[in-house]
């Protein structure tokens, strides 16, 4: 199966605020895409999974 690409919304924990963000990211499926977008802010952000929320994902049509 080839990897497609998602837009996956929502929002993390920046300081006191939640910051929203969009991000397309390439996976298989959704939930791999859900598990590369947690792991990819939470590294680069310094956060744990639960300061971070997913609103949607979704397929992105096209190239």
Do not use: C, W
């Amino acid at each position: 199966m080839a990897d497609q690409k998602f837009e996956v919304k929502g929002t993390f924990k920046n300081g006191y605020d939640y910051q929203p963000f969009t991000k397309e990211i390439v996976a298989p499926n959704e939930k791999q895409a859900t598990e590369r977008l947690l792991a990819t802010i939470g590294s680069k952000h310094r956060l744990k999974r639960s300061y971070i929320n997913i609103e949607t994902v979704k397929p992105v049509d096209g190239e």
